[in-house]
């Protein structure tokens, strides 16, 4: 009887945990938001693991999943980071590690909890590994340049350091001055300027959605915004008048901004810069 009540508790677990999943669209408030996906947890479903946090951060285009197979049985992983956030080197490694290290071990590797200690312990170069279960604290250390590891048939995942230590060299916009904030401007790179806010706002709600405007020289644009915080009336509107962009090039941020405003030609500014 004991195997029963085990085998129904998972279930009952499971089904818990999709309908979570499921109400997170729901959620507008940023505060319950945060709070929910705090409470939520991996399954032994790859798939669905990584369903879930390409939700949480909306599917964002700087989110990267990279899928591998791993050791003799070819068990299915994927590891998943933010462009930008880490050091390209360090994630190769990790790669090369996993796919090519594992399949020159004689020793099969163990499915369950038990292949997480062989990886962790024989195989990653990097000796700074956590384990996390929860989906709310692999989310925070993506955010902070980690990159996360998940296995299929494993409800917990494996954490590594490859953030990125180098500073870039990004001078304090003249004008706009800061006396205790920090000395840090937008530079023409769209990913750098994105890389700045995933560093200062480490949090999953924190969205992006890309646009190309301009004919002829297909601008890349960004709409950034902190999932429950922003009107959702305002964010489809915003959404609308970029889809209805039409003109031939894109060179500076003033041209976007005489398309989206509703009085181009007053003499106060209706967006802010």
């Given at each position: 009887?004991?195997?029963?009540?085990?085998?129904?508790?998972?279930?009952?677990?499971?089904?818990?945990?999709?309908?979570?999943?499921?109400?997170?669209?729901?959620?507008?408030?940023?505060?319950?938001?945060?709070?929910?996906?705090?409470?939520?947890?991996?399954?032994?479903?790859?798939?669905?693991?990584?369903?879930?946090?390409?939700?949480?951060?909306?599917?964002?285009?700087?989110?990267?999943?990279?899928?591998?197979?791993?050791?003799?049985?070819?068990?299915?992983?994927?590891?998943?980071?933010?462009?930008?956030?880490?050091?390209?080197?360090?994630?190769?490694?990790?790669?090369?590690?996993?796919?090519?290290?594992?399949?020159?071990?004689?020793?099969?590797?163990?499915?369950?909890?038990?292949?997480?200690?062989?990886?962790?312990?024989?195989?990653?170069?990097?000796?700074?590994?956590?384990?996390?279960?929860?989906?709310?604290?692999?989310?925070?250390?993506?955010?902070?340049?980690?990159?996360?590891?998940?296995?299929?048939?494993?409800?917990?995942?494996?954490?590594?350091?490859?953030?990125?230590?180098?500073?870039?060299?990004?001078?304090?916009?003249?004008?706009?001055?800061?006396?205790?904030?920090?000395?840090?401007?937008?530079?023409?790179?769209i990913e750098t300027n994105i890389t700045l806010l995933r560093r200062r706002i480490k949090?999953?709600?924190?969205?992006?959605?890309?646009?190309?405007?301009?004919d002829l020289t297909q601008t890349q644009l960004s709409l950034v915004y902190i999932k429950?915080?922003?009107?959702?009336?305002?964010?489809?509107?915003?959404?609308?008048?970029?889809?209805?962009?039409?003109?031939?090039?894109?060179?500076?941020?003033?041209?976007?901004?005489?398309?989206?405003?509703?009085?181009?030609?007053?003499?106060?500014?209706?967006?802010?810069?």
């Amino acid at each position: 009887m004991a195997w029963l009540k085990e085998l129904f508790g998972g279930l009952r677990s499971k089904i818990r945990s999709r309908d979570k999943k499921g109400d997170l669209a729901a959620i507008q408030d940023i505060g319950q938001r945060e709070a929910f996906i705090r409470d939520l947890k991996l399954t032994d479903n790859l798939n669905e693991n990584i369903k879930t946090i390409g939700e949480l951060y909306g599917n964002s285009p700087d989110l990267i999943f990279r899928h591998f197979r791993v050791g003799a049985a070819q068990i299915p992983g994927a590891l998943l980071c933010l462009d930008g956030m880490v050091a390209p080197d360090r994630v190769e490694e990790i790669l090369k590690a996993l796919e090519i290290e594992a399949q020159r071990i004689s020793v099969q590797l163990p499915k369950g909890e038990g292949l997480l200690a062989s990886i962790e312990d024989g195989l990653l170069p990097s000796h700074q590994v956590q384990r996390s279960a929860l989906l709310g604290e692999i989310c925070h250390r993506i955010s902070s340049g980690k990159t996360a590891l998940l296995f299929a048939g494993v409800a917990q995942g494996l954490i590594c350091d490859t953030s990125c230590l180098e500073t870039r060299s990004i001078e304090e916009p003249t004008s706009e001055t800061t006396i205790r904030g920090p000395r840090v401007g937008f530079i023409e790179s769209i990913e750098t300027n994105i890389t700045l806010l995933r560093r200062r706002i480490k949090t999953p709600n924190l969205w992006i959605e890309n646009y190309q405007v301009g004919d002829l020289t297909q601008t890349q644009l960004s709409l950034v915004y902190i999932k429950g915080l922003a009107s959702e009336e305002l964010l489809t509107e915003v959404r609308s008048r970029l889809k209805r962009i039409r003109v031939d090039g894109v060179l500076e941020s003033g041209h976007v901004e005489e398309y989206i405003e509703d009085t181009p030609f007053t003499l106060f500014p209706m967006v802010l810069r």
